[in-house]
Antibody, heavy 124, light 113 residues
Framework: EVQLVESGGGLVQPGRSLRLSCAAS????????MHWVRQAPGKGLEWVSG????????GYADSVKGRFTISRDNAKNSLYLQMNSLRAEDTALYYC?????????????????WGQGTMVTVSS | QSALTQPASVSGSPGQSITISCTGT?????????VSWYQQHPGKAPKLMIY???NRPSGVSNRFSGSKSGNTASLTISGLQAEDEADYYC?????????????FGTGTKVTVL
């Protein structure tokens, strides 16, 4: 079964750090780009960051650039998000998502497999 | 990275067709054929419904179709069913110095009357 399982969320004070993890199974992890997408309570989806299969290309949303770092360990089938200098507005459910490869066999800028998310609450 | 604009809500009766719009700019929706659509039921993770403007992943009903004109993309649901009641989000690649830079829409709540 294709599966993504996030962990590492919790309650953290403003200005502190947190590291999220995403464990992948059921597919060849090192073949695909991976992403983090978040959703604040009662709000819409926001793309946070993405990383290519070999970590050679990385992108961040402007809202997290300079504070968050995405990484992956293909040997462990795992994706990570290091979050520093956390703010109240970072409070959200953080999803790990796999990039979809369409019929042409190339990245389609879409996300076909999602985890159930891990909740991050930034509050004093 | 401003969010793409979607109507807050759209409703229809069972069997009808509805269309959800997603308006961006020439730097995102209008500039690339990388628009995707997601369905999200309450308390659940999003589900990919359409990718690259108009393509359906395997397993998605052909009642869902996508299109684009200029800076506006659209998702049409035909033969509306009760299980289609959910939130829908569009997404697009947006111009950047990196290959990964995406923006989501504001979301649309679909109600089946």
């Amino acid at each position: 079964e294709v599966q993504l399982v996030e962990s590492g969320g919790g309650l953290v004070q403003p200005g502190r750090s947190l590291r999220l993890s995403c464990a992948a199974s059921g597919f060849t992890f090192d073949d695909y780009a991976m992403h983090w997408v978040r959703q604040a309570p009662g709000k819409g989806l926001e793309w946070v960051s993405g990383i290519s299969w070999n970590s050679g290309s990385i992108g961040y949303a402007d809202s997290v650039k300079g504070r968050f770092t995405i990484s992956r360990d293909n040997a462990k089938n795992s994706l990570y998000l290091q979050m520093n200098s956390l703010r109240a507005e970072d409070t959200a459910l953080y999803y790990c998502a796999k990039e979809y490869r369409g019929m042409g066999g190339y990245d389609s800028c879409a996300f076909d497999i999602w985890g159930q998310g891990t909740m991050v609450t930034v509050s004093s | 990275q401003s969010a793409l604009t979607q109507p807050a809500s759209v409703s229809g009766s069972p069997g009808q067709s509805i269309t959800i719009s997603c308006t961006g700019t020439s730097s995102d929706v209008g500039g690339y054929n990388y628009v995707s659509w997601y369905q999200q039921h309450p308390g659940k993770a999003p589900k990919l419904m359409i990718y690259e403007v108009s393509n359906r992943p395997s397993g998605v009903s052909n009642r869902f179709s996508g299109s684009k004109s200029g800076n506006t993309a659209s998702l049409t649901i035909s033969g509306l069913q009760a299980e289609d009641e959910a939130d829908y989000y569009c997404s697009s690649y947006t111009s950047s110095s990196t290959p990964y830079n995406y923006v989501f829409g504001t979301g649309t709540k679909v109600t089946v009357l």
